[in-house]
């Protein structure tokens, strides 16, 4: 049964030994070559990130509410339409952004008529399943003639943290939702006490 792992040579011994040996060196020799060799592409000094988003309002020349790709490719960030031109920032022009979560009710009035139908309050069980998570970024940057301008995208979930962590890297600022909440309510009291 196991014959093959200890065929004897007359002269030289156990061939089973040796056959090991050179599958392991055979091995070690493919692997090593293996590393040598790299199949990833060269490092850009800036890589292209692009994703889908809609565009809710303040790029110049794009409608409001309208669904493209928002990519950054070199030092500018772009916003592209189907067939439309491109509207685009330069990152170095970007003052801050913001990252905030939005929720939004999916399925338009099928899910709404499904929802009137279902009995016994089923309703208010298809709406927790009838929404869809979505991260809000917000620019505030300053363009040619120094007016300081806004534009708010709307991201999948988890999207709007790729992009901020991009445009972090290149040294934009970066704020929460909630440090701007506390910072407009801690401003009002003051404003209150006097």
Not at 9 to 37: D, E, T, Y
Request: proline share 3%; hydrophobic share 40%.
């Amino acid at each position: 049964m196991y014959r093959f792992l200890f065929l004897k040579n007359k002269k030289s011994g156990c061939l089973a030994g040796n056959a090991v040996m050179n599958v392991w060196a055979l091995l070690l020799c493919s692997g090593i070559g293996a590393l040598a060799q790299s199949t990833a592409p060269g490092l850009k000094a800036n890589p292209s990130v692009s994703f889908r988003a809609t565009h809710l309002v303040g790029f110049s020349n794009t409608k409001n509410d309208c669904k493209g790709t928002l990519f950054s490719e070199g030092d500018v960030l772009r916003f592209q339409q189907s067939g439309k031109p491109v509207a685009q920032i330069n990152i170095a022009s970007v003052r801050s952004i913001v990252l905030g979560e939005e929720s939004m009710q999916v399925g338009g009035v099928p899910m709404k008529m499904g929802k009137i139908a279902a009995p016994y309050g089923g309703g208010r069980v298809v709406s927790l399943f009838a929404h869809k998570k979505y991260d809000t970024l917000t620019l505030e940057y300053v363009d040619g003639n120094g007016g300081v301008h806004g534009a708010i995208f709307l991201v999948g979930k988890g999207q709007g943290e790729l992009v901020r962590d991009e445009l972090v890297a290149r040294g934009v600022p970066s704020h929460s939702v909630e440090e701007l909440a506390t910072k407009q309510s801690s401003s009002e009291g003051a404003h209150e006490n006097k």
